[in-house]
């Protein structure tokens, strides 16, 4: 490793910091494991100012671990509306149906107990048993691989295990005695509001003296990671399809098949085209035509096209969607059921069906929500 001398330096010149700098944040007034638990699974790619109403709205909500495994899973995923990476709420209910059943609805603090749970990885089990009950655990995730690649000037790629697990060991022999909890917060806040990821504020680092990357001069290009593949583009003309008549008020859905991408939420019905065939699919009258076929063949609603209302885009972490929205205009006659998996839904409705960010978007938008 690292001479011990320096070691015992950022150690003790991180936590000094920590103490008097430290963010109040609403999971840091609680101890209890559930609550630690739920805010670092939503923290995973999402930025703190988004996560504080989620969180404080989930626990409302869902208080305990009994009342999240207990709870419809459609009823998590609306609490959840918004954050996007959906699978992070399915997989922790699922874990919390594993904790009520086996655990009696207490959070283990086993690390070997909790990582297996769904969805629980490395970091989260670290930060997990580090930060609720104060154990000698590792909890190394993006910001600490930065932290740690600039100040001990480690030239390695942090895409590739072995420097994850080389750190992982780092950061083990680098928590003090009886401080994992406020050692692994204090590592996570300066990656998050000092040593960022471009223009490190080195200033006002409590560490600066001796970061061996910046007296290299190297505080800007560290780490070092492989370029992730950018998301695939796929292409899709959505139907916006609004009642008339005695389907005033209402817009269709669908919802969309039990596993994979957006497992279970509910969207606006659209037809994906191939990007070949997407710049002779964008002309209005002909896509409005083919979106109102594929309807009435889809759900059983007749539909008239109604103009483009405009695009829309969306990425997820392996895909981009690019989107053109049309409207169509449904009146009610016969019969008002479309078959399934298609509805009709009020606006009053929406609240009781989770919808993905982009299709939000596109409603209000349209003025159909707020």
């Known amino acids: 490793m690292y001479e011990s001398e320096t070691m015992r330096y950022f150690s003790r010149e991180l936590l000094d910091w920590y103490r008097v700098q430290k963010r109040d944040l609403p999971w840091r007034r609680s101890r209890d494991p559930y609550h630690i638990w739920v805010s ?8 703190v100012e988004t996560v504080k109403p989620y969180y404080e709205r989930f626990l409302s909500l869902f208080p305990t671990v009994g009342a999240l495994a207990a709870a419809p899973e459609e009823q998590v995923l609306k609490a959840w509306e918004g954050l996007g990476y959906y699978s992070r709420a399915r997989n922790l209910q699922s874990a919390a149906r594993e904790v009520a059943e086996r655990y009696g609805g207490r959070v283990p603090d086993r690390k070997d107990e909790f990582a297996a749970l769904k969805g629980i990885g490395p970091y989260t089990a670290g930060a997990v048993m580090s930060i609720a009950f104060n154990r000698r655990e590792p909890a190394v995730d993006g910001n600490v691989m930065r932290v740690f690649s600039r100040f001990f000037l480690i030239e390695e790629d942090i895409a590739k295990g072995a420097t994850r697990a080389y750190m992982e060991r780092l950061a083990y022999e680098l928590i003090p005695e009886g401080e994992a909890s406020d050692f692994n917060q204090a590592l996570m806040e300066l990656g998050a509001l000092v040593c960022v990821p471009k223009s490190p504020n080195c200033l006002i680092c409590p560490v600066m003296e001796r970061c061996a990357g910046r007296l290299a001069g ?12 950018p998301p695939r583009p796929e292409y899709r003309a959505c139907a916006l399809v609004m009642g008339e008549g005695e389907l005033q008020g209402r817009v269709l859905l669908r919802q969309r098949p039990a596993a994979g991408l957006l497992a279970s939420m509910w969207e606006l ?25 594929r309807l009435a063949g889809d759900s059983g609603v007749a539909a008239s096209p109604g103009g483009t209302l405009g695009v829309a885009e969306h990425t997820f972490s392996h895909i981009h969607w690019h989107m053109r929205v049309l409207r169509l205009t449904a009146s009610g006659g016969g019969d008002l059921q479309p078959q399934a998996p298609y509805r009709w839904i009020s606006a009053g409705e929406l609240e009781n069906h989770p919808l993905p960010n982009v299709f939000i978007r596109i409603l209000r938008d349209a003025g159909f929500m707020q």
């Open 269 to 293: 019905p659209h037809v994906e085209f191939s990007e070949a065939g997407w710049p002779a699919a964008i002309a209005d009258e002909p896509l409005g035509e083919l979106l109102s076929e």
């Open 40 to 47: 670092e699974i939503m923290l995973q790619q999402t930025r």
């Open 218 to 229: 190297k505080e800007e290009s560290l780490p070092l990671k492989t370029k992730a593949k």
